[in-house]
């Protein structure tokens, strides 16, 4: 009798150690981040509300749109409307250029588009930071100004990191490490601006994806000469791409994008062959 008693006592024990580490296991994933939902604007690489100024000599790969503004505010593509006049192409973009002057129901979707963007900016601007403990520090602490500012040189981990200063990539690489994890979502949100230096990059490892990455920016976004940049750009006011930067995700800006002899590629595309072309005369803003 007394060895049954143990050994219901153990077997007691055994399911409490599985349904806490069962709870632990929920409210692990009931906290993960969960990915900014950016609707009807994922179908454009860059949408701007003022326009998109192009110097020619880059490559974009993706849709592009402007609204409310007109197809004149896209500059330097050598648009040619297509017979259908919903769209336009350019040989300097895989897919297709709208704007809300173009033949209905453009203009409509791409009110919807923007009103999206829109959304998801005050998404990504409204996330709580993530909170401590983290390895070298203790209850309490958060993602708040880490680094100073200064984010070239970290590993950042999946959360939502929150900044009332400048971000800057300007020393090092800053490397998003997901974790092993695919579906591993990382925010960056900033009341000021993004700024990235020439020749720096950020670059993936665990799993993690550009698609994933969301940049919600305040101010500006200015990468640098030849830098390397990845994520989604949330962007409340311009975008700016200094000569020879490469950027992989979308530009998604309440005010104008320059783009200065850019390479610029839908996140979905730089990893899928099909993707590549999802835009040219197939998506019709459908």
Not at 98 to 125: E, F
Not at 240 to 252: A, C, E, M, P
Request: proline fraction near 3%; charged fraction near 10%.
């Amino acid at each position: 009798l007394p060895s049954q008693s143990k050994s219901k006592s153990k077997s007691k024990m055994m399911n409490m150690n599985l349904f806490l580490l069962s709870v632990a296991a929920m409210v692990s994933v009931a906290g993960a981040t969960t990915a900014v939902n950016l609707r009807t604007a994922g179908d454009f690489v860059i949408l701007a509300k003022a326009g998109i100024t192009n110097v020619p000599g880059g490559v974009i790969t993706g849709n592009i749109g402007v609204s409310p503004i007109a197809a004149s505010a896209m500059t330097g593509f050598d648009l040619i409307m297509d017979s259908s006049n919903e769209f336009s192409t350019s040989a300097e973009v895989t897919g297709s250029a709208y704007a809300p002057n173009y033949m209905s129901p453009t203009g409509t979707k791409l009110t919807t588009a923007v009103s999206d963007m829109l959304t998801a900016y005050n998404d990504a601007a409204a996330r709580p930071v993530t909170s401590g403990p983290f390895e070298g520090a203790g209850a309490g602490a958060t993602y708040t100004n880490l680094g100073a500012g200064e984010i070239g040189g970290l590993t950042l981990t999946p959360g939502v990191y929150t900044y009332t200063i400048d971000v800057r990539i300007t020393s090092e690489n800053v490397i998003f490490d997901g974790q092993n994890d695919p579906n591993s979502v990382f925010i960056i949100k900033t009341s000021k601006n993004v700024l990235q230096a020439a020749g720096t990059q950020v670059t993936l490892t665990g799993g993690a994806k550009a698609e994933n990455i969301f940049w919600s920016v305040a101010q500006e976004v200015e990468i640098g000469a030849g830098a390397h940049m990845k994520g989604i750009l949330l962007v409340a006011t311009a975008v700016k791409f200094i000569t020879g930067s490469n950027f992989v995700g979308r530009v998604l800006a309440a005010t104008a994008v320059t783009l200065q002899q850019a390479t610029v590629t839908d996140p979905t595309a730089a990893t899928s062959s099909q993707s590549t072309r999802r835009g040219l005369r197939g998506l019709q803003l459908a």
